[in-house]
């Protein structure tokens, strides 16, 4: 496995930049039917072919759950004067325990997810927390938002991170882009999820510009070029990637916070969808591991791979 390292910055053309917006919010009617298909089309020359499949399995089941599940409601005037005059996400993760329709979100993803082709120890992690009392996956649900999941429990807490996307897209969906405003390197305006990894897109309007995707409700968000999104440094920021990869994904590294994370070129690979490219590319992991740089950001699809 070959590396190119990089110590001048991406030289991507920025003057193509246009007026990208700030936001983009995600749409929970095609976000994760989006990733399914994505997942699909990797899956058929990929060596990860069964896992992948199984994550597709998985974002059909996200997708499919979501029909005749209540709109979702919409943040309070004081709610959103509150969390921007404080510079806080929109969304409040703290009120989970009063969101009645995050437990049918559970029960509905379970029982989609029960017949998907999957390994002997996923279905006993699926088993256990189908059968976790509400307390229980309450409890998982806040070691996710810690973003660190227990080696023990990967499996149990992926499912329950799934159900989260779920529920956290539809939140973010009933936003007003226009109120949402930077907040710290790498967390999501609107949930304050971590990044899964960052994207360059060729969007009409936004060609060349990148933007951040929120590992937990799927919003984008507009960040500098050549910029760590660990730590915010513009210096000693250098680029590698995996050699006969076309420039399509790169793990972007920091000298400044000794810290990584994958950077897609989605203008150069249109098809590319941040959840599913991050998982199918677990080689650049591999490469990275021999680097002395850590990966930031949220990746649960990859924990413990």
Not at 71 to 95: C, W
Not at 103 to 120: C, G, N, S, T
Not at 241 to 258: L, M, P
């Amino acid at each position: 496995m070959n590396s190119k390292s990089a110590v001048e910055p991406d030289p991507t053309a920025i003057g193509d930049i246009s007026s990208p917006p700030f936001v983009r919010l995600p749409d929970p009617g095609s976000i994760f039917s989006t990733r399914a298909a994505r997942l699909r089309q990797l899956a058929e020359t990929s060596h990860l072919s069964p896992y992948l499949r199984f994550v597709e399995g998985l974002a059909r089941a996200q997708h499919e759950i979501q029909v005749d599940l209540p709109a979702p409601g919409g943040t309070d005037a004081a709610a959103v004067a509150r969390a921007r005059e404080f510079a806080m996400p929109l969304i409040d993760r703290s009120r989970i325990e009063d969101e009645p329709t995050l437990d049918d979100i559970f029960d509905r993803l379970f029982a989609a997810v029960a017949p998907i082709e999957k390994p002997a120890a996923a279905a006993d992690a699926l088993s256990r927390v189908t059968a976790a009392s509400v307390e229980a996956r309450r409890a998982m649900a806040r070691t996710v938002f810690s973003s660190a999941l227990p080696a023990d429990a990967i499996a149990e807490h992926i499912y329950i991170w799934a159900a989260l996307q779920v529920h956290f897209a539809r939140l973010a969906s009933a936003l007003d882009a226009k109120m949402l405003a930077p907040l710290a390197d790498g967390i999501c305006p609107a949930c304050g999820g971590l990044p899964v990894a960052s994207m360059v897109v060729g969007w009409p309007g936004s060609h060349g510009a990148r933007f951040c995707s929120c590992s937990m409700c799927g919003t984008l968000w507009n960040y500098v070029r050549i910029k760590c999104m660990l730590c915010g440094s513009t210096k000693g920021i250098g680029y590698q990637e995996i050699d006969g990869h076309g420039g399509t994904i790169k793990a972007e590294t920091c000298d400044e916070c000794q810290g990584w994370m994958k950077i897609l070129y989605q203008d150069k690979a249109p098809d590319t969808e941040p959840v599913a490219d991050d998982v199918a590319s677990l080689g650049l992991d591999l490469l990275m591991r021999a680097e002395p740089y850590r990966r930031g950001g949220f990746s649960p699809l990859l924990a413990g791979l």
